[in-house]
């Protein structure tokens, strides 16, 4: 409860004589609104700050540096510092980018503000606000289990917490990230085994850096070019990433023979595999879960591993962050709001303009 809830309790108890329990289960119905949803996207209304917009605003408070989170045009940013390079190199080098480490808060109209990790991608962050007592945390994407190469989730406790629900169905559970780092290794090491070119898709900023650390030490990783330029602005502000080289169109047939290459979905094309020579194609996306993607993909093989929080990661999620009313966004925010509220919770479905979406 914000304090000033409890002062004006406290003074209608001694003034009126009204009992003190009542006073505060009135005052629990009445909690201190900081967010609000409007057509730019989510508003902080004391702050005047968007986190996340899809339009265009002054001040923008950002998650992580995927599309769908940062967009072009906006008055100034404020992100992780990890963050800042990436939205100069996605967006504009020109922008007006402001970053901050985890746990370092800043002060904005009196909300106070600070960035958490979130475990999603490289630069990911929770953004916590703090208003007179009451506070708010935004989760952004998020993934619960150590990727080995992102800093791990942290759960806040919160009076209001928002989660996403990309993959918030119950069929939607993850392996352990050794079962699947199992599964590529061994995929891998039969292509070699028949001079097969490894070629596995991962998305330009995130799974593509957790794939090359996976497969640190197992042979020479070449990288699409839009990868190459995002490893280069995660080095340039401190991230080590294992060494590669940058795929080029007509490399010797013999230099590619055995070797691993990682590129984005947007590359997935038949002229460009075809260039690409004795291709053995791993799709590596949550969706892989079903079976059915992996056909439509017309891929040599498909793995489940994601960047977002599976079922059980999202219900472990809501319940440590012991939070009053849940907001559910991105993905299959009905199914996981019925969910919660039929199993005890105070939980609502919010439309965005992303939904059902993984990736950049």
Not at 175 to 204: C, D, F, M
Request: glycine content about 10%; overall charge positive.
């Amino acid at each position: 409860m914000p304090y000033w809830h409890f002062i004006v309790c406290i003074y209608f108890y001694i003034q009126y004589n009204i009992s003190i329990q009542w006073l505060f289960s009135l005052a629990k119905l009445y909690p201190l609104k900081i967010l609000s949803f409007k057509k730019q996207g989510l508003y902080c209304e004391p702050g005047k700050f968007f986190i996340d917009p899809w339009q265009v605003t002054d001040k923008a408070v950002i998650t992580h540096a995927h599309a769908d989170h940062a967009r072009g045009g906006m008055g100034q940013y404020l992100c992780h510092n990890v963050s800042a390079p990436l939205l100069r190199a996605r967006l504009s080098a020109d922008i007006k980018v402001q970053g901050i480490h985890y746990n370092e808060s800043v002060s904005i109209n009196g909300v106070k503000l600070s960035f958490h990790p979130a475990g999603h991608i490289l630069g990911s962050a929770q953004v916590r606000l703090e208003y007179k007592g009451y506070v708010v945390v935004i989760s952004g994407d998020y993934k619960t289990e150590d990727d080995g190469i992102t800093p791990p989730f942290e759960p806040l406790k919160c009076n209001e917490f928002i989660t996403e629900s990309t993959f918030g169905l119950p069929i939607y559970r993850w392996k352990p990230q050794s079962a699947i780092s199992n599964e590529i290794l061994s995929w891998i090491q039969h292509n070699q085994s028949r001079g097969k070119t490894s070629v596995l898709t991962g998305y330009s900023l995130g799974k593509a850096q957790r794939l090359m650390k996976l497969l640190e030490g197992t042979g020479k990783l070449y990288v699409h070019s839009s990868i190459a330029r995002i490893n280069e602005a995660l080095q340039g502000s401190g991230i080590r990433l294992p060494g590669y080289s940058v795929y080029e169109h007509g490399m010797n047939t013999k230099e590619l023979s055995g070797q691993i290459i990682i590129i984005p979905p947007a590359a997935l094309s038949a002229e460009f595999i075809k260039k690409i020579p004795g291709v053995a194609l791993g799709v590596c996306s949550g969706w892989m879960q079903i079976r059915g993607n992996r056909r439509w993909q017309a891929a040599d093989a498909g793995f489940a591993i994601s960047d977002h929080a599976d079922w059980d990661g999202l219900l472990w999620a809501v319940k440590q962050s012991g939070a009053e009313k849940i907001m559910v966004t991105h993905g299959q925010t009905e199914v996981f709001a019925r969910y919660l509220n039929e199993n005890g919770y105070n939980a609502s479905a919010i439309k965005t303009r992303f939904d059902e979406e993984e990736g950049d």
